[in-house]
């Protein structure tokens, strides 16, 4: 059995969306200050809250490259937005103002998915290859593809190449660093189990 320590197969994915769903929320937080505002009676708490919070959604994706600890910093903020959508929908709907109160929530439990997806996308995951086949992580638990299901297996260059029987091809970043022998003999193993 062969465990390989791997970038998560969607983190690249999930990492390039980053950028525009902080901006996205920081402009709804910047709308929901113009609702508020427009209220008989504002409540400049919840004003000064969705402001300070929209400029540092929309700040922040110009803040990553400087972040040290971006995956911290990003679980911190997603936080953050989460309750305050969460509260604000609270606000508006304790106004009579149920649509907006309503989308807010939705907006609160669709960035919550979001936030938990980036949490377990960043944690170091593995790809497990064994004699019954390969076991590949997903946001939710393992997906276990048969060596039936292969075309070739290879690794080279710190990437795990998967080549299917149905033409579709996966290439894995290795993290763990392996010697020229190491990975002639991962190799060979792998050219038993395909034959």
């Known amino acids: 059995m062969y465990k390989f320590r ?4 969607n983190a690249i994915t999930k990492l390039r969306m980053q950028p525009a769903m902080h901006g996205m ?3 709804l937080f910047l709308f929901n200050v ?3 505002y ?11 809250l969705f402001i300070a919070l929209g400029t540092a959604s929309l700040a922040f994706p110009f803040m990553m490259r400087k972040v040290r600890k971006l995956s911290e910093t990003n679980s911190i903020l997603r936080l953050l937005q989460v309750f305050t959508l969460f509260s604000g929908s609270l606000f508006f709907l304790s106004h009579m103002q149920p649509i907006i109160g309503g989308t807010l929530l939705l907006a609160g439990l669709g960035m919550a998915y ?7 996308i960043m944690q170091p995951v593995f790809a497990v290859i064994d004699n019954s086949g390969i076991a590949l992580p997903t946001v939710f638990g393992q997906k276990r593809f048969g060596w039936i299901e292969m075309n070739n297996v290879i690794l080279r260059n710190d990437v795990l190449t998967l080549d299917f029987r149905n033409n579709k091809v996966l290439q894995l970043d290795v993290l763990d660093e392996y010697s020229a022998t190491q990975t002639a003999e991962i190799n060979a193993y792998f050219k038993t189990r395909l034959t």
Not at 6 to 9: A, F, G, S, Y
Not at 114 to 120: C, I, L, V
């Open 6 to 9: 791997i970038v998560h197969p």
């Open 25 to 27: 929320i920081g402009i």
């Open 38 to 48: 427009k209220m008989q009676d504002p409540n400049w708490l919840m004003v000064l």
């Open 34 to 36: 113009i609702g508020v």
């Open 114 to 120: 979001t936030g938990y997806a980036e949490y377990r």
